[in-house]
């Protein structure tokens, strides 16, 4: 009898605790979703090649302080290095050298580039952002933070790299291959068909 009423007792409770962790879950996993969804955005590599460059080896061709700028380092880590450019405590703009041997779309963009900068192609990536790519390896990224900071002082900033320096590093393991042009080629008329041979009928013996 006792055992009848527990069951009694319990069945809705169990019933509730189903039925509330029901309406949990996709919620959780909806979070869960967003926050990769939001890391994925930021554009970090998921993984970091065993060749790529360590990031200490960039600090050196990073800009010193210039008047009226601040150069600050902001991170440093395998096949990256990135630093703030602050003006009047403000930080108006990103540098960045990252090592596109782990991510060789990185380096495939610049294939179809029509602009150099320092004699290395250039492409603008979006409205705030320019980079080029020295010895089809390194992408040197400057980021605008602030409107002041515009396209011409990117352009400007990229000659206070120690891009000389870059480009003694180890090259491409394998550069990116240019895309080359089709060529046309003119279909040939099929050729002849050759006759049959004729059947060879066994002769008598003379």
């Known amino acids: 009898m006792n055992s009848v009423r527990w069951r009694k007792i319990l069945a809705p409770l169990l019933i509730s605790l189903v039925l509330f962790i029901s309406a949990c879950s996709p919620a959780q996993e909806s979070r869960y979703s967003q926050v990769q969804k939001d890391t994925t955005q930021r554009g970090a590599p998921t993984a970091v090649a065993k060749k790529a460059e360590q990031g200490a080896k960039f600090n050196k061709i990073f ?5 009226g700028y601040e150069v600050v380092a902001a991170q440093e880590k395998k096949g990256f290095a990135e630093y ?3 003006k009047d405590g403000k930080n108006v703009a990103m540098l960045s050298i990252s090592d596109t041997t ?3 779309s990185a380096a495939a963009k610049y294939q179809a580039a029509t602009e150099k900068v320092a004699g290395y192609p250039s492409v603008d990536q ?6 080029i790519l020295v010895n089809d390896r390194y992408q040197v990224k400057i980021l605008s933070r602030d409107p002041s900071f515009t396209k011409a002082d990117r352009v400007q900033w ?6 000389k320096a870059l480009a003694k590093m180890k090259p491409a393991i394998a550069p990116v291959a240019t895309q080359k042009p089709v060529t046309q080629v003119t279909k040939l008329p099929p050729l002849p068909q ?3 041979n004729p059947s060879l009928v066994p002769q008598p013996a003379g």
């Open 63 to 67: 800009p010193d302080g210039i008047r």
């Open 84 to 86: 703030k450019v602050n």
């Open 102 to 104: 782990s991510v060789p």
């Open 126 to 131: 979006g409205m705030n952002a320019t980079g």
């Open 158 to 163: 990229f000659q206070k790299f120690d891009l």
């Open 194 to 196: 050759r006759a049959p």
